[in-house]
C-alpha cells in the first residue's frame, strides 16, 4: 500500500522509495524451480490432490511438528472447517480478538456458530486468559487464538481457562509462519492451527491457499472429508454435506520449493524487527511489545503513534511505504455489528495509532536505517 501518486517511482528528495513489501526479490531466484514444477505438475496432470499436495502436507506437518497437515483453498476456509470438524455451528459461541482481519470472524459465522468479540492485552495485542475468562458463557464451544503480527499468543496461560470448561483452543497462525512459542512451533500448540498461503504471507503461495494442523486424526479426516465435497473412502460416497476447499497441486509444488527458505527469512526479520526497536527506543513512536521466551516472526513490524494521518504522510513525502492492520475492529464492521460487544478500548485505542512499517526478508540494513531517519524526523520535528 502506498499514499504516493501513482507512478512516482521516487521520493521528492531524489531517494529511492522504500517499498512496504517487496515479493520480486523473493521469487527471482527460485524461477528455475519454479518452472520445473509447472512442468512436472502439467506434465503428470496433477492438478487436484495427487503426489504434490502429499508431499507438500507432509513436509508442513514435520515443520510444524505434528502428526497431521491438510491442504485447503485457503486461511479463511481452515478456521471454519476446523469448526465443522469439530462439530461447532449453530447454537455456539467462539471467542475471537476483535483486532483481526475479519476473516477469523467470517469463519466462525461460516461455520454457523456466533463470534464473541474481545479486548486484548495493551502492550502486545494479543488475546489472553482475562479476557477469555471474562467472556466464556454457557454457550462458548472454542476460543480462536490470534498470532497477531507473528507473535505467539501466550496458550499455556489460557489452556488451564478452556480446559476447565471444556472449550477447544484453534490457532489463527495465518500470520506466524514458523514463530515459536515455548519451544514449540505455532500450529503445534492448540487443538488445530489454520494457515494461510496467501502470497504476501511468510510463507506464501504463488495464488491463494491454506492448511490446517493438528494431533488429531479424526478431526484431520473430518477436515479432509469436508474440503472434499464430504467425500468417504469411496469416490461416489458423500457421507456428509461438504463443499470444495482444497489445496491444488501446482500450488503445493511452489511451496515445496519456497519452504527451505522459510527459517532463514524469518530470522532477516527478526533481525530488522530489532534494528527498528534499537533505533527507535528514544522516539515518540510506540512498537507493539514481544512476549519473553518466543520467537516471532515479524510478519508485520507495528507502531503506535498520535496523529497517525500526518505520520504517514510525512513518510510518504520522504519515500517510505507504510499500511494499517486493522483500522477498524471487526466489532465495528458493519458485517459484525450485530455481534459487536460494545466498547472495546485496548483495541479501539489502538485501531486508531496503528501503523505497519515496511518490512520484508529482503530488505537491507540501510533501507531500515533511512527508514528511522525519517520515523524519526517526522516524530521530533527534525528534518522532513
Known amino acids: 500500500m502506498t499514499l ?6 521516487e521520493a521528492d528528495n531524489g531517494a529511492e522509495i522504500i517499498p512496504f513489501y517487496a515479493l520480486l526479490p523473493q521469487h527471482q531466484p527460485l524461477m528455475p524451480q519454479f518452472h520445473r514444477r509447472l512442468d512436472d505438475v502439467v506434465t503428470e496432470s496433477a492438478f487436484v490432490g495427487g503426489r504434490w499436495l502429499e508431499q507438500f502436507e507432509a513436509q508442513w506437518a514435520d515443520y510444524c511438528g505434528v502428526r497431521h497437515a ?4 485457503n486461511g479463511t476456509d481452515a478456521i471454519e472447517l476446523v469448526l465443522r470438524g469439530l462439530g461447532i455451528g449453530t447454537g455456539d459461541e467462539v471467542i475471537v480478538p476483535a483486532n483481526t482481519f475479519v476473516a477469523t470472524a467470517a469463519a466462525v459465522v461460516a461455520a454457523g456458530a456466533t463470534p464473541v ?8 495485542l494479543l488475546i489472553t486468559e482475562a479476557s477469555v475468562l471474562a467472556a466464556i458463557g454457557r454457550s462458548t464451544a472454542a476460543v480462536i487464538v490470534v498470532h497477531l503480527y507473528g507473535q505467539p499468543v501466550d496458550i499455556d496461560a489460557i489452556r488451564p481457562v478452556t480446559d476447565r470448561h471444556g472449550i477447544a483452543i484453534i490457532e489463527d497462525a495465518a500470520q506466524a509462519h514458523g514463530a515459536i512459542g515455548v519451544r514449540r512451533r505455532v500450529g503445534s500448540l492448540a487443538r488445530a492451527g489454520a494457515f494461510s498461503f496467501y502470497p504476501g504471507k511468510n510463507l506464501g503461495a504463488l495464488g491463494d491457499g491454506g492448511m490446517v494442523t493438528t494431533d488429531d486424526y479424526v478431526l484431520a479426516q473430518r477436515v479432509r472429508t469436508l474440503g472434499n465435497h464430504g467425500r ?7 457421507i456428509d454435506i461438504g463443499r470444495n476447499s482444497r489445496l491444488d497441486g501446482l500450488q503445493a509444488a ?11 527469512f524469518n530470522a532477516r526479520r527478526r533481525q530488522l524487527a530489532n534494528q527498528y526497536r534499537q533505533r527507535l527506543a528514544d522516539s515518540p513512536v510506540s512498537l507493539v511489545e514481544t512476549r519473553p521466551g518466543v520467537d516471532p516472526v515479524y510478519h508485520l513490524l507495528v507502531v503506535q503513534v498520535d496523529d497517525r494521518d500526518q505520520f504517514r504522510q510525512r513518510l510518504a513525502a520522504r519515500g517510505v511505504e507504510t499500511s494499517i492492520h486493522y483500522p477498524v475492529p471487526c466489532h465495528r464492521q458493519p458485517a459484525f455489528e450485530r455481534f459487536g460487544p460494545g466498547y ?3 483495541v479501539e485505542r489502538a485501531a486508531s495509532r496503528l501503523v505497519s512499517l515496511p518490512l520484508f526478508p529482503t530488505m537491507t540494513d540501510e533501507q531500515v ?3 528511522c531517519d525519517i520515523i524519526i524526523g517526522a516524530t521530533e520535528g527534525g528534518p522532513r
Not at 70 to 73: D, F, I, K, L, Q
Not at 254 to 264: F, H
Request: net charge negative; charged share 25%.
Open 232 to 238: 468417504g473412502n469411496a469416490a461416489t460416497e458423500h
Open 254 to 264: 511452489l511451496l515445496s520449493e519456497k519452504l527451505p527458505d522459510l527459517d532463514r
Open 4 to 9: 504516493l501518486p501513482p507512478g512516482l517511482d
Open 70 to 73: 491438510v491442504g485447503v483453498a
Open 369 to 371: 536505517n533511512r527508514a
Open 117 to 124: 468479540f474481545v479486548d486484548v492485552d495493551p502492550g502486545t
Open 344 to 346: 472495546l478500548p485496548v
